[in-house]
């Protein structure tokens, strides 16, 4: 069973998880980040030419966010691609994730500690949001094993053009109620510095 077949009331049962929801984010705590020129034009492009699929939606918008925030603080986190997070197949934890964000400098193979997890879908945010989750205690439990400790790791599900977040915390998933759009880059690449610098004070 992987991932994509665990549902919310799995990872309350296996995992001991409660979930809440609520506003993740006072826009007073969050840094405020001007999208660069380059990150406008390559989602002004994107949205021209279109996409049809997951695949399409991660290569022409989601990828380049991420690029663009890491580009933004000297590189200094690996961002996985489509690679598979294997940590205990019984429980259903094991699978591909569209994007891990790592501070491990090692890009071959997946490494902790890994800090954010990514999820592009065509549609069905909702039920995609548990999907990150699951992957989020994958995360954690690796990151234990390698002796990184986090207070909180963050994920997002995301259609490219509309993102939500969530974070993990005391086996708490909370889903954030607010969602935030590419229309609103600034918003957006605030939101993901402020996850950034956060993970940083492990």
Sequence with gaps: MPYTQLNARE?????GIQFK???LFDAKDLPIVQPTNWIIEAIEKAMKIGFSSEKSRSERIVSPILMELSLMNDESFTIYSGMNLNIDETSGLNGECDFMLSFSKIQDFVVAPIFAITEAKKQDIENETIQCAAQLIAANLLNQEEEHHFKTLFGCSTTGTE??????ENNVITLDTERYFIT?????MSVLQFILNESEKK
Aim: aromatic share 16%.
């Design 163 to 168: 993102w939500r977040f969530l974070k993990l």
């Design 11 to 15: 990872l309350t049962k296996k995992f």
């Design 21 to 23: 929801a609520t506003h």
């Design 184 to 188: 609103n880059l600034t918003k957006l």
